[in-house]
């Protein structure tokens, strides 16, 4: 779960993976109750992770990192190469965001852009 900063779309709302569902679900009420954010994720495959970084959610999924600049509503691929085995977690600090995957972590200083870096072991 995370906690969105704002934008167009969003006023601080939190943000979570239903993994019965593999939905985004939001909260606009401090997660008294959810809505459905994002329902048609079977073309993304399953959610594991979300991260914000710069006013975009990141997404580790079973196909790849995805982007959405909606706050979850809609997403695009960023990284899809399986040569990095299957992308399990994120993290950012603040430079750098880092996955974690079964084949190892991973860094990218663009946010994924131009691909994932060098494996760190």
Not at 44 to 51: I, T, V
Not at 94 to 110: P, V
Request: proline share 2%; charged share 20%.
């Amino acid at each position: 779960m995370i906690k969105t900063s704002g934008g167009p779309f969003s006023h601080g709302e939190f943000l979570r993976i239903n993994t019965q569902k593999n939905y985004i679900e939001s909260s606009e009420n401090g997660g008294t109750s959810w809505a459905p954010r994002c329902t048609n994720a079977t073309s993304y495959g399953k959610f594991r992770d979300l991260l914000e970084v710069d006013r975009e959610i990141i997404a580790a999924t079973s196909k790849g990192i995805y982007v959405s600049n909606n706050w979850g509503r809609s997403w695009s691929s960023r990284c899809t190469n399986s040569f990095y085995g299957d992308f399990l977690n994120l993290q950012s600090d603040g430079r750098y965001l880092l996955a974690n995957t079964s084949m190892g972590l991973y860094y990218s200083n663009n946010k994924g852009v131009a691909g994932i870096g060098d494996k760190e072991d």
